[in-house]
């Protein structure tokens, strides 16, 4: 059976780990911390960490990503999307009406991830403008925080997994701003996984710095792919955290890392005397199709 470190029971990475294996038995070891769930694999104790990296509204979620280049020496073994559904769970005794709606009005603390709150930004000016935010470790835990403080008019931001754990009442479905809203997870691990369906396809994960002082040599990397018709996916641009004005960028390209192409376009980045490392070389999912 995979052991495999999670976010807490509940939360978005729970939903997503699940929908991955496809009903397949886990050994979950859920934690609060995202630093924990990287030096689960580093130490051991697990043999794959789940990671969110990416969301259609937020963006990269670059501390996660910094982790993979600046904390960990672990690679990437597979990419899949899931969508991140939230709604607005609590004690619904504590809002309900006479006519059996629930008064949104009295809410007073809202309590969430702090990517999942500004994903929700149009349901809480409509219907609870005066309630204050707070930013918490991850939707489940806002979930479990407002279950045990009743009676405060507090309400969290989550999935149904953690309204079903906690008995809580689902008090809005569905949010957030956009219909849209998906959240690309990566596994991270020291050995290839097996994962029980076909992927839509391979990817490469990259990190290239570039030499100092060297006018160009951005548009240089990017033509040794370009010219061999590779396809990126993404390219961005994150501090090297050594000196100001000094970046490392992300680079995925849709080909296995042993590809010709691709190990010829890395020998030509390098002759730039550009640094290329490999953060990965996975399958990829999509969803909902499946296949």
């Known amino acids: 059976m995979k052991r495999i470190a999670v976010l ?23 934690s609060k911390l995202i630093s924990d769930i990287f030096r689960a694999v580093d130490s ?55 006519d059996g709606t629930y008064d949104f009005g009295k809410i007073t603390k809202i309590l969430s991830h702090p990517v999942a709150i500004p994903q929700c930004q149009n349901f809480i000016r409509q219907h609870s403008p005066d309630a204050d935010l707070e930013g918490v470790n991850s939707t489940a835990e806002a979930v479990e ?12 931001i989550g999935t149904k997994l953690a ?6 009442d689902i008090m809005a479905e569905r949010v957030t701003d956009h219909d849209n809203n998906y959240t690309r997870f990566v596994l991270i691990g020291h050995e290839p996984v097996d994962i029980p369906r076909e992927p839509d396809h391979v990817k490469t994960s990259l990190l290239v710095t570039l030499p100092e002082d060297a006018p160009g040599a951005l548009h240089q990397v990017l033509s040794a792919f370009a010219w061999r018709k590779l396809n990126l996916t993404r390219l961005e641009s994150r501090p090297t955290k050594k ?14 890392v042993d590809s010709v192409l691709l190990t010829a376009a890395m020998a030509e980045i390098e002759a730039l005397n550009c640094q290329v490392r490999v953060l990965g070389s996975y399958p ?8």
């Open 284 to 291: 990829c999912y999509t969803y909902p199709s499946r296949k």
């Open 44 to 98: 051991g104790s697990v043999q794959y960490s789940v990671i969110p990296i990416e969301n259609t509204i937020e963006g990269s979620v670059s501390l996660h990503m910094d982790w993979l280049v600046n904390e960990v020496d672990i690679p990437m073994q597979a990419e899949w999307v899931y969508p991140s559904i939230q709604n607005v769970i609590g004690h619904g005794n504590e809002f309900v009406t006479d």
């Open 243 to 256: 000196r100001l004005g000094s970046y490392y960028f992300y680079i995925d390209v849709i080909e296995t």
């Open 163 to 168: 309204a079903q754990k906690h008995g809580l």
């Open 145 to 156: 925080i407002v279950k045990k403080n009743p009676g405060k008019g507090w309400v969290a």
């Open 8 to 30: 807490p029971e509940g939360s978005v990475s729970h939903e997503a780990i699940d929908f991955l294996f496809d009903g397949e038995a886990l050994d979950l070891q859920h």
